[in-house]
């Protein structure tokens, strides 16, 4: 569980999403610069000072990283499913689309407006036959329909599928009515939404709205809408007999049904369970106007915990060996991932983090998950005909309708209050783990449920899965807690949408650097895992090659990839370091000034063991840029700790003889750089150079010799020397030119 | 309030709307729900005005600063809003310059109460800035009501509640279109005097940052010389910039003067530039360092060591007496003032710079190690050369 303490390191500050689509100036600079050869031998002796160069970043355990999901978060669940397969589709309405948290849109989603977890946005459930598998256009829908292998379950909630709503006006306008109706009945369930947060006891299962009959929802008559504030009554008490008491609303098979249901009973967790399947049945019934039309005597059992535990490790090696079919970069997985960070949010406090990993592989279900009040997930997954689609969907190359998911990358704020929630979550996903997948009603419940079951047993899988899940986990947990806080404090709709990041999929260790221009996707993408290993590839790379151009396109590529998945921790810490170094060495002070600009803020954020290094560069790059304002600033900030540090005082000596404009001090520190300061300071011994040497031209009388030019302005030889100064036109007084003529110099001055 | 409204009396609004007023002490306003009150006794769109003035009571009540900032936003938008509907008329300027200066004194405070290491030190200052710079376009834009009415005037007021953001933000370089768009404004000398002082202040202050000491001298001196002499504690900020300058000019401050303003930092700092006391000088660098940084005038009170240098080299010549001062002669004078890691070369550059800025009329042989200097005035007055 100190993953989840962990946690808050990691994704806790907002990150400048900006920078990972500006970072392509500097890619053609990679000039030449001078460099100090006598202190930073290219090749490996160069990194042997540096550890950040050839740390490793090896992970044993991520060997079994997707398949550990696979087995723990999505075999019970599918176990599950196909036990209660045939549980009707029809019952089931589309209506909780507006939970779902829809797909997203074509376009940047603004975060005001775009699709949050309340369901106001009409989405006109179509009820028509299901489309053919093959509509590859909406792979997102049909990986739906794949999975659930229900007809009505057209979910129009995605991007894609708006656009295409667009398109059925005539089925829009049937369904208008229809549309309204699911958003009144969307309605309610939000406010008590908060209620729970804070009440323990909410409503008894008594005002169970009490439904008038009504036709099922295939046909195109809108039902009355509902009363709305019992829509999704909640039943909190443990007893079963909250459910033996149905008010006279119920229809005998209901409660006959109801009785069976806890008579399978064995243990108090079984009843728990039964409990909430259902009254998430209940309610789905109620709100879908089939509460009597419905046979509940043909109605299956729920799968109770005692049952259920036998059933898993059957199932399992059938569902590990599907998903492990999925192509690599194949869409599932991409979108699962993209799904997942999200669905995971919206589950918050459904599922322990086993079921969000799951995600990544099963977006369908996990997507219904997320609707947690909707029972479409008990769909028959298990079904061969909907393996069979779901297979053969998962390999379409095309993934129209995707949403702009870069503008919900950038800034991830969290607040004091998640912080608190941590601790809930904790809880939570002791409980939900031992429900594993059969707890099925909305969050809130799950919420409340988790309060009483704070100290329950943790279930085996869970150790295992804090033990494999890593980075993941943390972000998935954190997404759920923000979610939360968001799902309760904004009921209004304002989901900033900017929260969340996508978690990549893409398993390429070498990958080219391309400016974003439209959301990334999340097979392009590479995870945390993949890019240690392209950090080390790029490292080796260079070492061996010295291939600036490659190496600068390689690690702005894994710069995008961090920022896109919004990771940072200390490896980001050491890309950027890796980077800057690497444009120190080579001169290219853009991309370095990226470099540490971000530095700057992942130090105040992670820390790291060269912070003083980077920051003494700083300074020195303030230096170049002259840009005393930031030096004085940054002088505020220092504290003698960091002025004690051998480089920052070097730095900080510089400065001083530079502002002084003593140039002699300033040049005779220039021969004892430490560290790779001597990188920075190439950039502006130039210009330095130049403003020391219209000094001496204009003082020294009546000449000055080359000799003393070369030593004074630290030239090695004084050819070299000469080579700078063949550039300014001098006149010397021998024919050597071993003497400069000052006075007959003086004419030259002004163009120097 | 009503009343007030309808009689367009901008200043007493100003004041009952004031979060500095006495009223806000008063108990009967920490409302947590005013709307229904408010709604009682005033129209539209002042009501939505008020109420979000009582929320931001409430909340201040409350110590949540956060809240309050927000609420506060919200009132500024309201009121810019309201602004930009009225034409031909701008009475309600003052109640703007109180609402924003309000908004920024809470920014300033929600800033100060955030210690969370996670949040952005100045992202609400930055935020209070984007409120401000929305009522200076209203007041910019304003450029077709008569000269009586126009919304123009109140810009200086706003740039100044900008610039004072932007110096506690670090982000001078956005001042550079603020300062252009009071320079070209027609009523660049109709501005209330002293909201020109402080323009003036804080320009003076953006072009000493850009080494343009000139500029500096001439904005900060009609500062000082303007301001009124009952505001000690302006007067006193102002020389704290304007004497580094001016000494870097050429012009020492009198005792008088400094001790007036409590400035006596920069009284040693005199005595010591003076008598080219190097060693005196690093003393003080060391003793107000977090003074000087402080006040963000530490690299430019640096440099009044070259002067230093200029008068202590000055008085080695007026001591030998000769034209000709070997360079080992400087170089014991600076060991002898704590400048004992000073080599002959190093010393031949600090002249060699000297010469350079035309501090020191003359030449160096190198041959001779010896500094020659003019038979004419070899040490010119400061005053006039740059």
Redesign the interface.
């Known amino acids: 569980m100190d993953e989840d303490n962990k946690s808050s390191t990691v994704v806790?500050?907002?990150i400048q999403q900006i920078s990972a689509q500006t970072e392509s100036n500097g890619l053609e600079e990679s000039s030449a610069q001078q460099t100090h050869q006598w202190m930073y031998p290219y090749g490996m002796s160069v990194y042997g000072q540096y550890p950040g160069y050839t740390e490793g970043y090896n992970h044993p355990s991520y060997a079994h990283y997707y398949q550990y999901y696979s087995q723990v978060g999505y075999g019970p669940y599918m176990s599950f499913n196909s036990k209660s397969d045939e549980l009707d589709g029809k019952k089931i309405s589309d209506s909780d689309d507006g939970k779902i948290n829809p797909p997203l849109p074509p376009g940047p989603p603004p975060p005001t407006t775009a699709p949050t977890p309340t369901p106001f946005i009409s989405k006109p459930p179509i009820y028509n036959p299901p489309k053919p598998f093959g509509n590859i256009r909406f792979s997102f829908n049909n990986k739906r329909h794949a999975n659930d292998n229900t007809p009505q379950t057209n979910s129009l909630t995605s991007g894609a599928a708006k656009k295409k709503r667009k398109r059925n006006k005539i089925n829009q306008n049937l369904f208008n009515q229809q549309n309204n109706f699911y958003n009144n009945y969307n309605l309610p369930p939000l406010p008590p939404s908060e209620n729970q947060q804070t009440k323990p006891t909410p409503p008894p299962p008594e005002i169970m709205p009490p439904l008038p009959p009504v036709p099922p929802p295939d046909t195109s008559v809108p039902p009355p809408p509902l009363p709305s504030e019992p829509a999704k009554p909640i039943i909190m008490k443990p007893k079963p007999n909250a459910f033996n008491n149905p008010t006279d609303d119920w229809p005998q098979d209901l409660k006959d049904y109801v009785n069976r249901c806890y008579a399978k009973c064995k243990t108090n967790i079984d009843k728990d369970q039964v409990d909430i399947v259902l009254k998430g049945k209940i309610t789905q019934a109620a709100s879908s106007g089939e509460l009597w039309v419905k046979d509940w005597s043909k109605e299956p059992l729920p799968s109770i915990h005692s049952e259920r535990m036998n059933l898993v490790p059957k199932k399992l090696p059938d569902q590990l060996s599907h998903y492990q079919n999925v192509p690599k970069k194949g869409i599932s997985v991409a979108m699962g991932a993209r799904l997942g960070a999200r669905a995971s949010t919206l589950r918050g406090n459904s599922r322990s983090s086993s079921s969000s990993r799951s995600s990544s592989r099963s977006p369908t279900n996990n997507y219904k998950k997320s609707n947690s009040r909707s029972p479409h997930r008990r769909r028959s997954s298990s079904s061969p005909l909907s393996d069979e689609n779901y297979r053969s969907i998962t390999k379409t190359p095309k993934n129209k309708g995707r949403g702009k998911l870069i503008d919900r990358l950038g800034v991830t704020?969290?607040q004091?209050a998640k912080q608190l929630k941590r601790q809930k979550m904790k809880e939570k996903k002791q409980f939900y783990t031992e429900f594993g997948v059969s707890v099925e009603e909305n969050s809130e419940v799950l919420q409340q449920r988790a309060a009483r079951f704070s100290s329950g047993p943790k279930a085996p899988a869970d150790a295992n899965v804090t033990i494999f899940n890593g980075n993941g986990k943390k972000k998935r947990t954190m997404f759920a807690d923000s979610f939360n806080n968001k799902f309760i404090e904004d009921p209004n709709g304002d989901f900033d949408w900017t929260e969340f990041h996508i978690v990549g999929t893409c398993q390429d260790v070498e990958k080219s650097f391309l400016r974003l221009t439209k959301a990334p996707e999340a097979c392009e993408v590479r995870p945390v895992e993949v890019l240690k290993l392209s950090l080390q590839n790029v490292k080796a790379k260079w070492i061996e090659k010295q291939d600036y151009f490659y190496a600068c396109d390689q690690l702005k590529s894994i710069r995008q990839d961090l920022t896109v998945q919004g990771i940072r921790d200390r490896f980001t810490v050491e890309v950027y370091e890796t980077h800057a170094r690497i444009a120190l060495e080579k001169g290219d002070h853009e991309e370095f000034n990226q470099c540490q600009t971000q530095l700057k803020m992942l130090y105040?954020?992670v820390g790291g063991a060269h912070r003083n290094e980077f920051t003494a560069y700083r300074l020195l790059y303030y230096i170049f840029t002259k840009n005393?304002?930031?030096?004085?600033?940054m002088?505020?900030t220092l504290s003698p700790e960091e002025r004690r540090d051998e480089t920052i005082a070097f730095t900080l000596r510089l400065r001083?003889a530079w502002?002084?404009?003593?140039?002699?001090?300033f040049f005779?520190l220039y021969g004892e750089a430490p560290c790779m300061t001597g990188y920075v300071m190439d950039w502006f011994t130039q210009r330095e150079r130049i403003n020391?040497f219209?000094?001496?031209l204009?003082?020294?009388?009546?000449?000055?010799?080359v000799s003393?030019v070369t030593?004074?302005l630290a030239f090695k030889t004084e050819e070299e020397c000469l080579g700078f100064l063949d550039t300014f036109g001098l006149t010397f007084t021998d024919v050597d030119r071993t003497l400069i003529d000052c006075k007959a110099s003086m004419a030259v001055l002004p163009s120097i | 309030m009503d009343k007030c409204w309808r009689s367009q009396d901008g200043k007493i609004i100003a004041n009952l709307i004031s979060l500095r007023n006495d009223h806000v002490t008063n108990k009967n306003l920490v409302l947590d729900r005013p709307e229904a009150m408010v709604e009682r006794f005033l129209s539209n769109p002042f009501d939505e005005i008020v109420t979000c003035h009582i929320k931001c009571i409430h909340a201040l009540h409350n110590k949540m600063y956060l809240e309050a900032y927000q609420f506060q936003s919200t009132l500024t938008q309201l009121l810019t809003k309201v602004i930009q509907n009225q034409r031909e008329e701008n009475w309600a300027l003052p109640i703007m310059y109180t609402v924003c200066l309000d908004l920024r004194l809470l920014a300033q405070k929600v800033e100060k109460e955030r210690n969370n290491v996670n949040d952005k030190p100045g992202e609400i200052l930055e935020r209070a800035a984007e409120s401000l710079l929305g009522c200076f376009r209203i007041c910019a834009a304003d450029n077709r009501s008569s000269e009586e009415d126009t919304k123009r005037i109140g810009m200086l007021t706003l740039v100044n509640q900008l610039f004072k953001v932007y110096f506690r933000i670090n982000k001078l370089h956005l001042c550079k279109p603020l300062i252009r768009a009071i320079e070209s404004s027609p009523f660049k000398e109709s501005f209330a005097l002293s909201e020109q002082i402080t323009y003036r202040y804080f320009v003076g202050r953006k072009a000493m940052f850009d080494s343009d000491y000139k500029a500096a001298d001439d904005y900060l001196t009609y500062a000082f010389e303007n301001c009124h002499r009952s505001s000690i504690k302006n007067k006193r900020l102002i020389l704290i910039y304007l004497v580094p300058v001016k000494m870097l000019l050429g012009y020492i401050p009198s005792k008088q003067v400094l001790e007036k303003y409590d400035v006596t930092q920069f009284w040693e700092l005199v005595q010591a530039v003076c008598q080219g006391n190097l060693r005196l000088f690093d003393d003080i660098m060391d003793k107000h360092e977090t003074f000087f940084i402080k006040c963000g005038i530490y690299l430019i009170v640096e440099k009044l060591k070259i002067i230093a240098y200029r008068n202590l080299f000055r008085k080695v010549y007026l001591i030998l007496n000769t034209h000709q001062i070997p360079v080992e002669a400087l170089q014991s004078a600076l060991a002898l003032l704590g400048q004992d890691d000073v080599d002959l070369d190093e010393t031949e550059c600090i002249v060699a710079n000297l010469i350079f800025e035309g501090k020191i009329k003359g030449y160096i042989s190198r041959q001779h190690r010896k500094v020659v200097v003019s038979k004419q005035n070899p040490f010119p007055s400061l005053i006039g050369l740059s």
């Open positions: 806790e500050t907002p704020k969290k004091t105040s954020e005393t304002l930031d030096i004085m600033t002088m505020k001083s502002s002084l404009g003593n140039f002699h001090r005779r020391y219209k000094a001496l204009k003082s020294y009388r009546p000449h000055i010799s003393n030593q004074e």
